[in-house]
């Protein structure tokens, strides 16, 4: 085993949701502030290969790398926060870890042994954990293992976590992030929860070095002490993790708490130089001090679950904070938008999303929305399916084309404007028909589009199988929808803009996918600039 990558596990108890990713990435962002590089994966316990085939109300939005790994929305954060590209080997599943292990036996790898959870399984595990420490460019892997502790699915994972602490000694610690809840009713935080949850990870042999508390007052001297002698762990190793204003605050509580430092010295590295973030500390000061404010209608059909569109609402912070602005985002259902209550929904907004998605529900919601976008001259931004609902509206609208359709929805619809292209067809396998992943786009010079991201060649992330049908693109740019991004290789229209409306793009890939707080998406801050000039 290689031991020059140092290995840091986070693991959860008492409840899911107590914000592993984001403690994770902040501690990630302190490291790589101290010079250390630094990157993140994350375990997830369920048996889906991945979260490509997940309902967005299971486990909010799927996230994209740029190697076509449809992922956890934890690795967004992940991305958001390091301002690094995470790949497939960043997001590991157990549908993955058994499929590869049962593969094997198949081809009889294990040389006709009886195949078991120890070692077959958490072999399997400890190898995905160390890829990314085996590629020799990191110095600090940190692993999230999903769900809490107590978890049946999550034991394998906790097995493997204590096999690593065996075999590596000091090139492996682990935060256990736990909760001290506040009693209202008895005026204090009780720290019970945290001692049981350390208990259950003590019973399955791993002794946490850390303890990060997420709490919703201070944890006072008295409290740590309590914890820290229940828990076996040092006194400067309980950590308080306070609700915070917004999660980019995470990073710089975690740095007054010394999360960085004692993790350092836990891991036997030098402590080098002491981060100083000033670029993070700017985006702060702009977040929480805008000059003025525009309201952003996001359309969805998912959006009484803000974690479905998790990278688009991030991508509009980054923007607002660019553009020194508060990006105020009303959440619109689709299903609710009908041609009568359109203007009354669409009431007070500088500008407007319509969202990516898969189905028909909520579709015609979207398409109505973009006619009011269209003929109202709002800014207008449509991502993936929301791209093609606007092809869809001015084909319907302009062109007199009244049932153009996409055929994910009509197959034999009488105008497919959008539809599977014809290599696309002949696969059966669900997630083998989809373009994912980065591909490259040739933008039209003096196009919004170009001018937003200031060059004419961009490489963008796609999730979507459906694509603007060729056959009527003539037509569509002689009526005034240009196609201003095309694929270089293929000739697949990637953008669609309107050049007579203020500013009214349509982008068949995912933008908020890149966006970062280092660097926020150009498109997201052009679209944003031209929400606050609507009124101007």
């Known amino acids: 085993m290689s031991n020059s990558t140092k290995y840091i596990f986070v693991t959860g108890g008492v409840t899911s949701s107590l914000g592993k990713g984001i403690i994770s990435a902040s501690l990630a962002k302190l490291l790589q502030a101290r010079g250390y590089s630094t990157t993140i994966q994350k375990l997830d316990p369920y048996i889906n290969i991945d979260p490509g085939t997940l309902n967005p109300y299971e486990h909010g939005e799927c996230f994209v790398t740029d190697d076509g790994a449809e992922t956890d929305l934890d690795l967004g954060h992940y991305e958001r926060f390091l301002n690094v590209p995470t790949s497939q080997a960043n997001n590991v599943t157990t549908g993955r870890i058994y499929q590869s292990v049962i593969d094997k036996e198949r081809r009889g790898e294990f040389l006709g042994k009886t195949v078991q959870v120890i070692p077959h399984i958490t072999d399997e595990i400890k190898e995905r954990i160390q890829i990314l420490g085996n590629k020799g460019t990191y110095d600090i892997v940190i692993t999230e293992i999903g769900g809490t502790v107590g978890d049946i699915e999550s034991l394998p994972y906790v097995e493997a976590v204590r096999q690593m602490k065996w075999e590596l000694e000091n090139d492996c610690i682990v935060i256990h992030l736990t909760l001290v809840p506040y009693l209202a009713a008895a005026g204090e935080l009780k720290t019970k929860p945290t001692q049981h949850s350390v208990k259950q990870l003590l019973e399955l042999g791993v002794q946490p070095d850390v303890l990060c508390c997420r709490t919703e007052h201070e944890l006072d001297l008295n409290l740590r002490r309590k914890i820290a002698k229940f828990c076996n762990v040092n006194m400067n190793a309980v950590i308080e993790a306070r609700d915070a204003e917004t999660i980019y605050d995470v990073p710089l509580l975690m740095q007054s708490e010394e999360l960085d430092k004692i993790v350092l010295e836990k891991l036997n590295l030098p402590t080098k130089s002491t981060p100083e973030l000033s670029q993070w500390k700017e985006f702060l000061t702009r977040l929480k001090n805008p000059k003025s404010e525009t309201t952003i209608g996001l359309v969805g059909k998912y959006v009484e679950l803000k974690d479905a569109y998790k990278s688009i609402s991030e991508s509009l912070i980054h923007a607002g904070a660019a553009n020194n602005v508060k990006v105020n985002v009303r959440w619109i259902h689709s299903d609710k938008i009908t041609a009568d ?63 153009a359709h996409t055929t994910e929805i009509i197959d034999d619809c009488k105008y497919p404007v959008i539809d599977m292209m014809q290599e696309q067809k002949e696969i059966s396998n669900l997630g083998g028909t989809m ?102």
Not at 490 to 503: K, S
Not at 521 to 535: D, T
């Open 341 to 403: 209550n359109l203007s009354s929904e669409m009431e007070g907004l500088d500008g407007i999303i319509v969202a990516p998605g898969f189905g028909s529900r909520g579709i015609s919601g979207k398409i109505e929305t973009v006619r009011f976008a269209r003929e109202n001259k709002v800014p207008f931004l449509g991502i993936c399916l929301g791209m093609q609902c606007a092809v869809i509206e001015f084909g319907r609208n302009v062109l007199g084309m009244t049932e």
């Open 435 to 536: 373009r994912l992943g980065a591909y490259k786009c040739q933008l039209t010079p003096g196009s919004n589009v170009s001018k937003a991201y200031n060059t004419d060649l961009i490489s963008e992330r796609h999730r979507h199988r459906y694509e603007f049908n060729d056959k009527y693109l003539a037509q569509y740019e002689e009526n005034g929808m240009k196609a201003t991004g095309k694929n270089p290789e293929t000739g697949l229209v990637e953008v669609i803009e309107i050049p007579d409306h203020p500013w009214f793009v349509g982008a068949q890939f995912h933008p908020e996918y890149k966006s970062t707080v280092a660097n926020p998406h150009p498109l997201f801050v052009a679209f944003v600039k031209a929400a606050m000039n609507k009124n101007n």
